[in-house]
């Protein structure tokens, strides 16, 4: 994997969509910390909206983590855990338990597509070829 020095920040600008005023007073912190660095650094920062990110990536501009990981995972991606829930209607169905990762990779190939980039996500093999025994899977 090349190595090269950081010059793009990108992430999910959901600003209304918090829970709480807890939860808004750590994203506003959070932003405001990634602007300063990103300042200080010489940094470019782009934000992508939650609906824009889902509309571009799944499809819909309401699509859920399960979209959004299924997506991921038919581009390569191996990192969700899946389990089970229990839908309106009392019935068990497939779920997300751990899909943060398919947001990401989502920004990645958003991003990259509007910017012009290339992106892709390497096999396990590459990947062992790369980090050797100490691929985390």
């Known amino acids: 994997f090349p190595v090269t020095i950081l010059n793009e920040v990108v992430y999910e600008e959901v600003a209304g969509f918090q829970k709480s005023m807890a939860a808004a007073k750590v994203y506003y912190n959070l932003q405001g910390f990634v602007e300063k660095l990103c300042g ?31 997506m991921a995972e038919s581009l390569g991606w191996r990192g ?31 991003h990259g597509a509007k910017s012009g980039y290339q992106v892709r996500l390497y096999t396990e093999e590459e990947e062992r070829a790369f980090y050797g025994d100490s691929a985390v899977y």
């Open 40 to 70: 200080d650094m010489r940094i470019e920062r782009h934000t992508i909206h939650v609906q824009t990110l889902k509309s571009q990536f799944a499809n819909s501009g309401r699509a859920s983590k399960e979209d959004m990981a299924r």
């Open 80 to 110: 969700a855990v899946w389990g089970t829930k229990i839908d309106k209607d009392g019935k068990k169905v497939p779920a997300i338990l751990n899909g943060d990762g398919a947001d990401a990779i989502a920004l990645a190939f958003v």
